[in-house]
């Protein structure tokens, strides 16, 4: 495993992106079971990825915080991104994705647990976002599982969708 790890929960690893990796986003995010809940609710281009990779770049650098690539402490392999990125609202905003076959498996909560605890550890902002799809009922329970606060409904390009907030003394009465 190359690259730079961010940080580590018992089952994942979180590592910055690497020059080389927009195979691994646009491969993540090729299927409409990955991108139907997301803007646009179609698969990626290469190039959709190649500017997302290149983002989370910029973004890392700029912010010290970014979506991340997502391993297995385990073998080693690829099982999705995650993350904290500056959303256009001043406000950081929490956010990841798995493979298809990687669902059911307490990867998501695990990571957005472990996030939040890291964001707040780092002192970065008082508080972070995260939005869904209005159907995207697994997320929502995720998001309430690790102590963000349903916010309201939000339209994010055209898309209704289910906007959540989390301060870390939220995230602190749920550990």
Not at 6 to 15: G, K, M, S, V
Not at 74 to 102: C, K, N, P, Q, V
Not at 133 to 161: A, C, T, W, Y
């Amino acid at each position: 495993m190359s690259g730079n790890v961010i940080f580590e929960t018992p089952r994942l690893l979180a590592q910055m992106w690497e020059d080389g990796d927009a195979n691994l986003v646009h491969d993540l995010h090729s299927t409409i079971e990955t991108t139907r809940y997301m803007s646009g609710a179609a698969p990626w281009s290469h190039e959709k990825a190649e500017e997302r990779l290149r983002s989370y770049l910029t973004e890392q650098a700029r912010d010290g915080t970014t979506k991340y690539k997502i391993l297995s402490r385990e073998d080693g392999r690829y099982i999705g991104r995650a993350g904290i990125s500056l959303f256009h609202t001043g406000e950081y905003e929490l956010g990841y994705a798995f493979y298809a076959r990687e669902w059911g498996k307490g990867y998501a909560t695990e990571i957005a647990a472990s996030l939040a605890d890291w964001f707040f550890a780092r002192g970065i902002a008082p508080h972070i976002v995260a939005f869904t799809h209005q159907d995207n009922l697994v997320s929502q329970h995720i998001l309430k599982k690790i102590g963000m606060r349903e916010r309201g409904p939000i339209f994010i390009e055209g898309i209704q969708g289910v906007e959540f907030e989390m301060t870390a003394a939220m995230r602190q009465a749920v550990t």
